[in-house]
């Protein structure tokens, strides 16, 4: 266990610093410029992944997964990272973030040739409140709007907005179960790999656990890692299980492409 969180912190001190490569703006909405952090492959691209920070639609920063996007970078993954408003900033709520996630993930296909994607290889993914945003983009039917990813990358995302309470029901304008991805499960639809912490007291492990045996009962595939005795958020970088959970994320990607 020592031996595994000396490694854990070696990752981050390694990546810590890490920036990316390009910035552009990718949308404006309501006055509000939102920019694309870019993670640009050296070599090859194989595929390209956006990761939606996490922080309860309220907070959070993209700084939260670029320790990750500078590793993915190494692997051949181009790794996007964009911005979204956010309650603590901008006054909005969680409506506002999905639609913005919409417009992040249509600039990075539109783009796609340009950085060497192809469009089929687009991941999504983010974490906690990011999960909800990467499931709900993929799951949730708009007009419009199409996008199908390669697959679903969530670390404890809130999957499951049915059981919230009042504060989360303000969120999402009293309105939390058209908002639910467990609440859209049906056949055909993107694969999911999930990391969760047992012991998450913010987001149950039990949600995850039935969302996975829900879109396995019709024929997709879910993938779920749980880490025991873990909290919430103990996948980012600096944590103990840091490590574990990148090097699982790499060999999901990776077999994922084979």
Not at 27 to 46: C, K, Q, W, Y
Not at 119 to 138: F, M, P, Q, R
Request: negative net charge; glycine residues 12%; aromatic residues 10%.
């Amino acid at each position: 266990m020592r031996l595994v969180w000396i490694l854990g912190l070696m990752v981050f001190a390694l990546h810590a610093g890490a920036e990316p490569d390009e910035k552009r703006r990718y949308h404006i909405e309501d006055g509000t410029e939102l920019e694309m952090n870019i993670f640009i492959p050296g070599a090859s691209v194989r595929s390209g992944i956006v990761l939606f920070f996490g922080g309860g639609w309220r907070v959070g920063s993209p700084r939260q997964f670029f320790p990750f996007c500078d590793v993915l970078k190494t692997r051949g993954i181009a790794c996007f990272v964009p911005d979204y408003r956010v309650s603590s900033r901008q006054g909005t709520d969680g409506v506002d973030a999905l639609n913005d996630a919409r417009a992040a993930v249509s600039w990075v296909a539109a783009h796609s040739e340009e950085f060497g994607i192809d469009e089929d290889k687009i991941y999504v993914g983010g974490g906690s409140a990011g999960g909800h945003l990467a499931a709900a983009l993929t799951m949730i039917p708009r007009e419009g709007f199409e996008f199908e990813p390669a697959g679903m990358v969530l670390f404890n995302p809130a999957v499951n907005l049915t059981s919230g309470g009042p504060r989360l029901q303000a969120i999402f304008r009293n309105a939390a179960d058209q908002y639910s991805p467990s609440e859209y499960v049906r056949a055909s639809l993107s694969s999911t790999w999930i990391v969760h912490g047992t012991a998450d007291k913010i987001v149950p492990h039990q949600s995850v656990v039935d969302f996975c045996d829900r879109m396995e009962a019709v024929g997709n595939a879910c993938e779920l890692h749980s880490f025991e005795n873990q909290g919430h958020g103990f996948f980012n970088a600096g944590r103990p299980a840091h490590g574990d959970v990148l090097a699982a994320l790499l060999n999901h990607l990776s077999g994922s492409e084979r």
